[in-house]
């Protein structure tokens, strides 16, 4: 399940070792601004300010990319992902893309 993925943005977690590489894995999330919230950003840059409606779908996507990731991890086998990631980018004029990636692994217990 992929509410099990520990993600990190570590190479190691204290305490664990890596007893299996999967390799990379990501998750991506493309997201439409709308034309409302694009005039609205477009005003408040001329006052400046947060932009409440870019920050929540940046939000949102970076959740649902991460989200992603982890489903992928997990459809590996994995149990954790290390240097977990985020890379953004916009397409076009109204769009914004949020790729989430890292190493899927198996994480054990070192027990001392």
């Not at 977690?13 to 477009?42: D, H, I, K, Q, W």
């Amino acid at each position: 399940m992929q509410n099990d993925i520990l993600t990190v943005t570590t190479n190691d977690v204290p305490g664990y070792e890596v007893v299996e590489v999967y390799g990379e894995v990501f998750g991506v999330m493309t997201r439409n601004r709308n034309a409302l919230s694009s005039f609205g950003a477009g005003l408040k840059s001329i006052v400046g300010g947060e932009i409440g409606a870019y920050t929540k779908l940046l939000s949102d996507s970076r959740i649902e990319a991460t989200e992603r990731m982890k489903k992928a991890a997990a459809d590996k086998g994995a149990n954790a992902v290390l240097a977990m990631r985020f890379d953004t980018g916009e397409i076009g004029q109204n769009m914004n893309e949020v790729a989430a990636y890292g190493t899927a692994v198996r994480l054990q217990s070192v027990k001392h």
